[in-house]
């Protein structure tokens, strides 16, 4: 009896999974990509419905890859990702490789370890290029991809499975993974981030029914099985079928009859089902049968014959005998040899591709079949071992387990120390041989040291941190000089920053006490004090910096600033000293002369900010000298310096901020990790709102969320969230805005200390639009006490005041509201934007009522006007066409209802509109407004998309020209075609040729009153 004859038997009560599986092949198939993860307990049978999962997709015409999560692997760089690639890859000639890798794909090459692949330089940069390799790859030919055992994957493939799947629609693509849940040392974050996710169908396992249970034994057991026995082994296994069939081994080999009277016999074989079936084979075995299965256990249970007969010290014939002994002891199977491995797609799939070249920088056409990408010579380096037809696997994890642990601590220390060195001596990959070194105690082996390194350097290099970080932090128990693991220590707290800032602040506070030259030390102290304040010890983090400023030599101004910058700008958000305290040092750094590096740039940008946001217009200057010609985005993209200079920049209403911020989001795809990108696209998020394109906005917002999500950075919260809030609200969501408040995470009260400000202004937001007016005031003012408390009293960053002041006046203290208002609208008017002067102008003239009002009315909506502010303008409108309504001038109130309308829908202000419409019809207007057409109703994602289009680049060009899906592209093209009323590209061409270039479509002025 052996289970490798499992796939001959029936699947029984999985056919509700088997369904779902086979539809959403279907859905893929057919251009709907589809997440599938089956969830069970270790036997429950996952292995084997995926099993069925991909016959059903290889029926279907679909390229099948799998790869399978190992305990020995969880810390090698995307490991899972390169198991369901590098076999594929390994069979393509190199015409069909380079169009693989052809346009945005290209870094992938790196994370593969492909021959001539440029170094992904982030995190985020390897996901990205990732994800384009597999819409490359599906787009000849379906593609499915198969991932057993997630719960041991490693992390950077988890992230990336993240990563691809809000991104699924449009491809033909099948995902489907297997987890236990509630396995210890599980990487329990990712898999509840994607098991989570709207876009992942869960399919969960159960036990079998007891007549199901006694189905699998009576095929297992000889003769006919005793009811009661059957019972009985059901409820000893729960069950579980592989529980079943070891139970029905175990009797076998223990010679039990399926009596009634052996049923009480069967309580006692419960306990460790496998492992004891599996020792009683074992025991019978010759030694090196024992061997061979001890050295494929070490190897991570599955591995060439001759890597195992090597590792075990046999020679090949004794190898040969002892796999076939452990295949009738249904404990290793070979690995299926039937045929070739899949493949991405024929030469002529590849060819209708389209996949693009990259577009060039002149915006010139680029249109064409394969893109000339990276030639790739040679094969792949396999997984260990080579072919398919000499590979042994166990036949479950759990078998796997079950010899492992019979090794006992001392022997399975040496069977790693010696698979270590073999695959060294062997030639492989250096994390192969370091995945085995992290499961023994440093031996102080030079050897060693130098295998981990070069896995640190490889995972580092395929934006695999959490990889490196392992690979370091046992390299560090080996012996080392002083100077050796000064180097250590100060690489592994500076990729812990981006995996564990708790580890990293240890490994770099180390560094920093071994550092005797003054400069070494003033560069640690800039990590370690970045990463002190990631970890919310920021009077900690602010002494440090301080101190390190010091150290810096007189000639290295560059440095000296970085760190200043560093310091000045945590010490706005969290210092627990007054504005006051900072005032002499501040008007000190004002006076430097500027600094062409870019720690000069940084404190130009942080300076900007302070000044901005205490709502000085000398800040804006200040900000586009840091961050215009964009070299904080080619050497500091991650820094938060950057923040200040965009937020200034967009505050102040200048036409520019928008492009910067998309240059920076283009570099982020190209080489950024997801802590940059979680900030870029947060500041993005927030200038598309404060322009009113509400949909551009939660894009962004949303994206920033996710990017913290999947690296865990809990920074992002604070800023990406009330944003998130503000632009739901705008929608009418509240429901959404409520739980964005609640993913936030701040008590109640917030914090005295801290960015908190935006979120109580946000909440105050929420209360408002549920008509909780008392609340809606009180979280105002206290927006407005923690904004001042960090000397900051700019409207156009935080409205505490208007927001305060619509409530006070719904609850009858209009005169307080009125002083609020007329408060907001002299600051406004020192700092000169056109969005926050409007918008208090617009308040206060609410406030007033009257000719007086009307005329405030007017003159926020004139101001506005010309401006990006759409949203504001359309607000400005509404309320200028309501108050002449009521003051009976009906045909000028449908003149600005009407434009009110219009700007809100194209602003997707579902609240707004509704509002708008009412007093349209209140006004005595037969329609609901103006239907227009032209650049003006175009979202600016919408705007980009047709311009791109109307130059004859292809869809998929363009997905990768804008950072988006080729999906989105086609969603964006249907919305332009009807929106300009058109049903091709050549007639939205004639149309868009005429419009000048930009991403941002802007309204012309237009007269009011």
């Known amino acids: 009896m052996s289970t490798n004859a499992a796939p001959d038997r029936p699947l029984l009560e999985r056919h509700d999974q088997l369904e779902a599986l086979a539809a959403a092949a279907t859905a893929a198939g057919a251009g709907s990509g589809r997440f599938v993860l089956v969830a069970g307990a270790a036997g429950l049978g996952k292995t084997r419905l995926l099993a069925e999962a991909r016959r059903v997709a290889a029926r279907a015409g679909f390229a099948v890859l799998s790869a399978r999560g190992a305990e020995l692997e969880r810390e090698f760089g995307f490991g899972v990702v390169r198991q369901l690639a590098e076999p594929a890859l390994s069979a393509l000639d190199p015409r069909r490789r380079a169009a693989l890798f052809a346009g945005a794909a290209a870094p992938a090459a790196a994370v593969l370890d492909t021959v001539g692949g440029a170094p992904a330089a982030g995190d985020f940069a390897s996901l990205h290029s990732l994800y384009w390799l597999v819409a490359n790859a599906c787009k000849g030919r379906p593609l499915a991809l198969f991932c057993d055992d997630l719960h041991w994957a490693d992390e950077a493939s988890l992230r990336f499975l993240a990563y691809l799947l809000p991104r699924l629609d449009g491809l033909r693509l099948l995902v489907a993974g297997s987890a236990r849940p509630g396995e210890p040392d599980a990487p329990r974050k990712l898999l509840d981030l994607i098991s989570a996710d709207d876009a992942c169908r869960v399919l969960p396992l159960t036990p079998l029914s007891p007549p199901a249970g006694a189905e699998v034994l009576q095929a297992l057991l000889p003769g006919t099985a005793h009811p009661a026995f059957l019972a009985a082994c059901h409820a000893a296994a729960g069950g579980n079928p592989l529980l079943l069939r070891e139970l029905a081994e175990t009797v076998q080999l223990r010679g039990i009859a399926a009596t009634a009277g052996n049923a009480e016999r069967i309580a006692g074989l419960r306990t460790d089902a496998v492992g004891r079936r599996v020792r009683l084979w074992l025991d019978g075995l010759p030694d090196a049968g024992v061997r061979v299965a001890r050295a494929v256990a070490t190897l991570g249970g599955e591995a060439t014959l001759a890597t195992a007969a090597e590792l075990a010290g046999v020679g090949l014939p004794a190898a040969l005998a002892a796999v076939a002994d452990l295949e009738r002891a249904d404990i290793l199977r070979p690995l299926p040899a039937d ?24 915006g010139a056409s680029a249109r064409g079949g394969a893109g000339a990408g990276p030639e790739q010579g040679g094969a792949l380096p396999p997984l260990p071992g080579g072919g398919a037809s000499g590979r042994y696997e166990f036949v479950h994890p759990l078998v796997r387990t079950a010899v492992y642990e019979g090794m006992g601590l001392a022997g399975k220390a040496d069977w790693h120390r010696r698979a270590a060195r073999l695959l060294a001596a062997g030639g492989a990959p250096a994390e192969r041989g370091a995945a085995h070194l992290l499961r023994i105690p440093a031996d102080g082996d030079p050897e060693s040291a130098r295998t981990l390194r070069r896995a640190a350097d490889g995972a580092l ?15 560090l128990a080996e012996p080392a000089g002083r100077e050796a693991r000064l180097e250590l220590l100060t690489r592994a707290g500076t990729a812990s920053t981006l995996v564990d800032v708790g580890a990293g602040v240890a490994y770099l506070r180390e560094a920093l006490d071994l550092t005797a030259e003054p400069r070494p030390r003033a560069v640690i102290a800039y990590t370690l004090g970045r990463a002190l304040s990631y970890t919310g010890r920021n009077d900690e983090a602010l002494a440090l910096l301080a101190r390190a400023e010091g150290w810096v030599p007189a000639h290295d101004e560059e440095l000296r600033r970085r760190l200043i910058a560093t310091r000045v700008n945590m010490a706005m958000y969290f210092t627990r000293h007054g504005a006051p305290a900072r005032a002499a040092e501040l008007a000190a750094l004002r006076d430097l002369p500027p600094h062409e590096s870019a720690g000069g740039r940084m404190l130009d940008c942080v300076l ?4 901005g946001m205490a709502g000085d217009p000398g800040g804006v200057p200040r900000a586009e000298r840091g961050i215009g010609d964009g070299l904080l985005v080619r050497e500091a993209l991650g820094d938060a310096a950057l923040h200040g200079g965009w937020a200034t920049l967009l505050a102040a209403d200048r036409p520019g901020a928008m492009g910067l911020l998309d240059a920076a989001v283009a570099a ?3 080489t950024g990790s997801q802590f ?21 906005a939660e894009a962004d917002l949303r994206g920033a969320i996710r990017a913290a999500e999947v690296a865990g950075i809990g920074a992002g919260r604070p800023f990406a969230g009330p944003y998130l809030m503000l632009t739901l609200i705008e929608q009418g969501r509240l429901d959404e805005a409520a739980a964005t408040m609640r993913w936030i995470g701040v008590p ?9 400000y935006l979120y109580l202004d946000a909440r105050a937001a929420l209360h408002h639009a549920r008509e909780r007016h008392a609340d809606a005031a009180a979280s105002a003012l206290a927006a407005g006490e923690s904004f001042a408390r960090h000397g900051f009293d700019n409207p156009a960053f935080v409205p505490w005041r208007t927001r305060a002041a619509l409530a006070l006046h719904l609850l009858d203290r209009s005169a307080e509201a009125r002083e609020l208002a007329a408060e907001s609208l002299r600051r ?5 934007a056109p969005r926050a002067t409007g918008h208090a102008l617009r308040v206060l003239g609410l406030l007033t009522g009257g000719p007086e009002g009307l005329d405030r009315l007017a003159e926020a909506a004139a101001i506005l006007a010309p401006s990006p502010a759409r949203l504001e303008h359309a607000t400005a409108l509404r309320d200028l066409g309501s108050a002449l309504r009521r003051a009976g001038r009906r045909a000028d109130a449908r003149t600005h209802l009407a434009e009110a309308l219009e700007l809100a829908q194209v602003c997707g202000a579902t609240v707004l509109a509704r509002s708008a419409r009412a007093e349209l019809r209140a006004a005595g207007a037969r329609a609901a407004g103006r239907d227009r057409s032209g650049p003006r109703v175009l979202t600016p994602s919408e705007y980009k998309v047709a311009g791109l289009a109307a130059l004859g680049h292809s869809n998929r060009a363009i997905a990768q020209r804008l950072f988006v899906t080729p999906k989105t592209v086609e969603v964006h093209l249907s919305s332009v075609y009807r929106k300009l009323r058109v049903t091709d590209r050549r007639a939205m061409a004639e149309i868009v040729n005429g419009w000048p270039e930009g991403g941002e479509p802007v309204p012309a002025p237009r007269p009011i009153g």
Do not use: N, S
Request: charged share 25%; with cysteine.
């Open 461 to 475: 290099g395929r934006g695999a941190p959490d990889a490196a970080v392992a690979y370091l932090e046992r390299c």
């Open 676 to 696: 940059a990108l979680t900030g870029v696209l947060t500041f993005r998020g927030m200038g598309w709102y404060w322009r009113g394109q509400l949909a551009e």
């Open 339 to 362: 045929g070739t491995p899949a493949r991405f797609g024929d030469v002529t799939d590849l060819e209708r591709a389209d996949i693009p070249r990259p577009l060039p920088a002149d």
């Open 608 to 611: 900007a900010m302070h000044d």
């Open 668 to 670: 982020a795809h190209r």
């Open 828 to 832: 406004a008017r020192r700092w000169g």
């Open 748 to 756: 109640d009260p917030a914090p005295p200390i801290g960015p908190w």
